[in-house]
């Protein structure tokens, strides 16, 4: 394969809401990073019904140029219709980097086209960088169990894919009124050319807060003993206008859904401030929170491994404390 002809760096932008996730925006600054140490142009990638005004919000973070599929097809996020419209872009223009957010459209789409074309795909990382002469884009992410972070090399194909968690690159700061070149790409996709169909939308009528978006978030492990002893987390989390986590053996317990899961397997998080309650502090539940602002954690264990990596420790029975905790809350 030449590499001549495959330049620049692509994000796959997300829309969420009418609005670009917050992910992409994020990858919008990593990529711009990584464009200007390869003296290359930063693209973007829209795919979506009516989201061309997007374009502009994508230039004041960063790109350069947007590639705008809109129409009608695109509508909801289907995979069959957006890995077309991104293979059709990818094959047309040729980038050397294209990234996406670990999001589940991101990694649905990725490894979807990465299905498709002669490359590979570099799946949850969390640090990015390039060779500025060669072009090698270093892909780095937590392996076996989180004790080594791997960085993974794609030297023979182009291009170098990657999905990025959200959350661990910074956008850049807006700069407003910023401009760049759009360009309007068409398919020809007839709507009984494809074989999934959406049906019908159901939202989420849980007013949780997300734990990707939190300011503050309590989390809850093993050491609550039972779904009941978990409920203090949900009652703390609830005065605090808190995000509820949890560590990966209580949601394989059963005792939350998934999408409450702190860590490696679950959600990285960076809020302002993290309770680590009943939490023994394992390096797979701690790459998910370790950049929290302030960490503290209760557990009876003084040994704990998250007493290395909080702030503030108690030493005490959750099952007290916390309680206590949350009166002192609503009362101040
Ligand atoms: P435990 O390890 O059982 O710890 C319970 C803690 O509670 C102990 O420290 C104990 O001292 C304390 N305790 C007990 N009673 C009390 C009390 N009354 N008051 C206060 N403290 C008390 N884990 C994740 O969390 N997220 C992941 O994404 C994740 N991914 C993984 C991926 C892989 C490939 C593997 C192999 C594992 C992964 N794990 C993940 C699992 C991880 O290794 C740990 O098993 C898990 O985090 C432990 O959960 P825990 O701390 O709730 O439970």
New binding site residues.
């Given amino acids: 394969m030449s590499f001549e002809d495959y330049r620049g760096v692509w994000v796959f932008i997300e829309e969420k809401d009418g609005a670009i996730a917050p992910v992409s925006l994020e990858l919008l600054g990593a990529g711009r990073q990584l464009a200007d140490k390869r003296k290359t142009e930063l693209a973007g990638v829209l795919i979506g019904e009516n989201i061309s005004a997007l374009a502009d919000r994508a230039f004041e973070y960063g790109a350069d140029k947007v590639y705008v599929y809109d129409a009608p097809i695109y509508r909801f996020y289907r995979t069959e219709t957006y890995m077309r419209a991104m293979l059709a872009c990818v094959e047309k223009h040729k980038p050397e980097i294209l990234l996406y957010g670990a999001t589940s459209t991101g990694k649905d789409l990725a490894s979807a086209v990465a299905t498709d074309l002669p490359t590979g795909l570099t799946a949850d990382t969390t640090q990015l960088d390039v060779e500025e002469d060669t072009g090698l884009l270093l892909a780095s992410r937590p392996a076996f ?1 989180g004790n080594i972070m791997a960085t993974i090399l794609c030297k023979k194909y182009r291009p170098q894919m990657a999905t990025v968690r959200p959350k661990v690159m910074k956008a850049l700061p807006r700069k407003v009124g910023a401009s760049g070149v759009v360009v309007e790409e068409c398919l020809p996709l007839r709507e009984e050319d494809i074989r999934t169909k959406v049906l019908e939308i159901v939202r989420s009528t849980t007013r949780r807060i997300r734990i990707d978006e939190a300011d503050v978030v309590v989390a809850g ?3 609550l ?1 039972s779904p009941a002893g978990f409920k203090i987390v949900e009652q703390l989390a609830e005065a605090l206008g808190a995000a509820v986590g949890a ?4 949601v394989e317990a059963g005792w939350i859904g998934h999408h409450h ?6 959600t990285t998080v960076t809020p302002k401030i993290y309770f680590a309650i ?3 502090g ?1 390096i ?2 701690l790459v ?1 929170m370790q950049n929290s602002g302030l960490i503290i954690a ?4 003084p040994a ?1 491994p998250i007493f290395q990596a909080c702030h503030y420790g108690i030493v005490g ?3 007290t404390i916390v309680p206590m905790l949350t009166e002192a809350f609503k009362s101040a």
């Fill in positions: 169990g492990g093993k050491g003993g560590s990966r053996d209580v899961q702190v860590g490696q397997t679950g009943g939490i023994s394992a797979q539940h998910g209760i557990n009876k264990d704990a029975d959750a099952l």
